[in-house]
């Protein structure tokens, strides 16, 4: 019967056969019905939790809820099918995107008990870059001011979970630093979120550079960091230059009801853009002829439906 369940499941996978997966359930369910008469039954625990992926990537929810269930009702061990069957339910219990702060809260559990359980085995880390992935499409919703300082606890736990498992993906690692700075300055916590935000800075300063101006940006809009020494940052790069003077006119224009900006800032942004600009073209004309720029590592996040991928 096992191999028959997994020949279907096969089926039903490679060629999205709703058909074949319907015939995996089937004996699925004969096989649960069986166990509870006293007979043990001859299949592996695993197949419900495949059986339950491939029911959520064909739309199937209500197998993919009732395979999950009977997984769980057979006390699993900790493995990586039961981070798949956490990452399965937490995609089944996403609620819309304008459900409320307490209605994601079923499903960041979900993904973070998957997280809580892989980074205990290497074998098994990839599936918390995975749960990261899934995570952050969940709670997207909530990444816009007066909701996201609910994500505190949360994102929290998995940025650190990411930096214990040392993920080599050094961009998304740095994706999420930067919203957990946004989401702890929507909360109030500004000591803390200038305290993070040092640490951020010199992760990003060691692995990924390119993104250090996204998190100047921060830093200026929030003043996380001494006025003096953003200044002294900003002549280092005209590209900080820019957003050290756009940011704080962006700061008056806040404050307009206690300081009115002056028409100079502009005419001093414009000019900085104009220098950028300059700079960069006379780059481009001295430098010799050369082989494109090589193609970063390819995007590792996953597709919702198949949360069990490894990425390369």
């Given at each position: ?10 089926e ?36 419900y939790?495949v ?20 997984y ?27 459900g409320?702060?307490?209605?994601f ?5 979900c ?19 995975n ?7 969940t ?19 998995v940025?650190q979970?990411?930096?214990e ?8 690692r ?6 957990l ?14 305290s ?9 300063k ?50 307009m009801n ?24 006379a ?8 082989s494109?720029?090589?193609i ?13 991928k490894?990425?390369?």
């Amino acid at each position: 019967m096992e191999r028959d369940i997994r020949q279907y499941l096969t089926e039903a996978k490679e060629r999205q056969d709703s058909g074949a997966l319907q015939s995996a359930y089937r004996l699925l369910e004969n096989v649960a019905v069986v166990g509870t008469s006293g007979r043990t039954p001859r299949i592996a625990p695993e197949l419900y939790v495949v059986c339950a992926e491939a029911a959520l990537q064909l739309g199937c929810l209500e197998i993919s809820t009732a395979c999950l269930k009977m997984y769980f009702e057979g006390n699993p061990p900790d493995n990586q099918f039961l981070c798949r069957a956490y990452l399965c339910r937490g995609q089944l219990k996403s609620p819309p995107a304008t459900g409320s702060v307490g209605d994601f809260e079923e499903a960041v559990l979900c993904f973070l008990k998957a997280i809580e359980i892989s980074k205990h085995e290497p074998r098994y880390f990839f599936l918390a870059f995975n749960a990261s992935v899934l995570y952050l499409q969940t709670v997207r919703p909530l990444l816009q001011p007066g909701r996201c300082r609910h994500l505190v606890p949360s994102l929290r736990q998995v940025v650190q979970s990411l930096d214990e498992v040392a993920d080599q993906d050094h961009s998304w690692r740095a994706e999420l630093m930067m919203h957990l700075i946004k989401c702890l300055v929507d909360a109030g916590e500004m000591e803390d979120a200038a305290s993070f935000a040092k640490v951020t800075e010199e992760f990003m300063k060691s692995h990924v550079p390119h993104l250090y101006p996204r998190l100047f940006t921060l830093l200026v809009q929030h003043k996380l960091t001494e006025r003096d020494v953003l200044i002294e940052l900003s002549r280092q790069w005209t590209t900080l230059a820019v957003i050290y003077r756009i940011q704080e006119f962006n700061n008056k224009l806040e404050e307009m009801n206690e300081v009115e900006p002056t028409k100079e800032e502009p005419e001093q942004i414009f000019r900085l853009l104009m220098d950028c600009t300059e700079a960069s073209a006379a780059a481009v004309d001295s430098s010799p002829p050369q082989s494109p720029t090589p193609i970063q590592p390819a995007d590792r996040s996953v597709a919702p439906s198949d949360p069990n991928k490894c990425p390369s």
